[in-house]
């Protein structure tokens, strides 16, 4: 395994562990991503829990070389899904995020996670040949 592939080895397990925490704060703190539901979607509560019982599966799936590819790729996904939501909080006049601020440094993240889950897609594509 070369240098290149040892590092994206170690990215890959870092980010699988920070989506699976991300996705158990759904469960622990709900009411903190209420916010973050657009008001025209049904039962946000079920949304809450579904979009964190997906970001703590396909954590999960990462850590398995055999599935990191197809986790990956449902990640950026998943990643893209949630990017208007962030735009939409730099021009909102109540940011859910709680400011503006907050959101200007939010949105950076967002295209830096789409970016990692497309890379770890393509260092996977490459691995499993």
Do not use: C
């Not at 080895?9 to 709900?30: E, N, S, T, Y």
């Not at 009411?31 to 008001?39: A, D, E």
């Not at 939501?85 to 709680?98: E, K, L, N, R």
């Amino acid at each position: 395994m070369s240098i290149t592939n040892k590092i994206w080895f170690g990215v890959r397990i870092l980010f699988a562990l920070f989506m699976i925490m991300g996705g158990v704060q759904h469960f622990i703190k709900p009411n903190f991503y209420l916010p973050f539901v657009p008001s025209f979607l049904p039962f946000p509560m079920t949304i809450i829990y579904l979009s964190g019982i997906v970001e703590v599966v396909l954590g999960l799936a990462l850590l398995f070389t055999k599935y990191a590819r197809i986790s990956a790729i449902g990640i950026f996904l998943l990643m893209l899904l949630f990017l208007p939501v962030h735009v939409w909080d730099i021009i909102s006049d109540t940011p859910a995020i709680g400011s503006h601020k907050a959101a200007l440094i939010r949105l950076p993240f967002q295209f830096l996670f789409l970016a990692i889950a497309w890379k770890i897609k393509q260092v996977s594509s490459l691995t499993r040949k």
